[in-house]
């Protein structure tokens, strides 16, 4: 299957917000990704639920929602009637995970895990099996527009090996830095989703670089 992209609503002009969600609709991604934080799990504030659901007006596409909050437990069914596709918690946020993952399935939506760069893959083995999705992080959260953190190559791979066995449907998105010269790399690292803010809203042309990083093709890369 070819990979998704889901462009970071965080480096969108949010005084543009209508323009930039009709951008996206009309362009080659797949989802938007929406990125929640509380100040409190990540040193940032974005933004909440009447931004979310002003979003989802606009949105022909699935929200992939990214919670960087604590108690993401108390929150799942307002996200999922706010319009969220996905859910997508962090590992580091959750005591009982398992309880989260199944709250957020029926709530309706896809379950996500959310792993920090120093978290290891090894610690989601036995959720594996449950999980629609698992988000590496490759810079820390709370903000766009950071340097890519190589090590995360290494967590995609081992991720890939430990999912052929356990759930071969599962998606592996990966979150920060990424642009059009790691995505190949990053593909063949064994990721299938990824989230690009400023790579896409800082381009020149946003639809096009979507185009680029949609139609890239690892296999011929090298
Ligand atoms: C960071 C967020 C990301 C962020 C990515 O905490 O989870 O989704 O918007 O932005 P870029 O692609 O600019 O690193
Ligand atoms: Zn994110």
Known sequence: MKHLIAPSLLAADFANLQRDIEMVNSSDADWFHVDVMDGVFVPNISFGFPVMEAIKKHATKPLDVHLMIVNPDQYIERFAAAGA???????????????????????????????????????????????????????????GGQKFIPNTLHK????????????????????????????????????????AGNAIFAATS?????????NLNAGLLK
């Open 206 to 214: 946003p639809k096009e670089m979507i185009s680029e990083l949609k």
């Open 85 to 143: 596709s996905v859910i997508t918690v962090h590992y580091e946020a959750c005591t009982h995970l398992h309880r989260t993952v199944q709250a957020i399935h029926a709530a309706g939506c896809k379950a996500g895990v959310a792993l920090n760069p120093h978290t290891p893959v090894t610690l989601l083995k036995d959720i594996l099996a449950d999980l629609d999705l698992v988000l590496v992080m490759s810079v820390n959260p709370g903000f």
């Open 156 to 195: 995609l791979r081992e991720l890939k090996a430990m999912a052929a066995t356990l759930n071969p449907e599962l998606i592996i998105e990966v979150d920060g830095g990424v642009d059009i010269h790691n995505l190949g790399d990053l593909i063949q690292a064994g990721a299938t989703a990824f989230v």
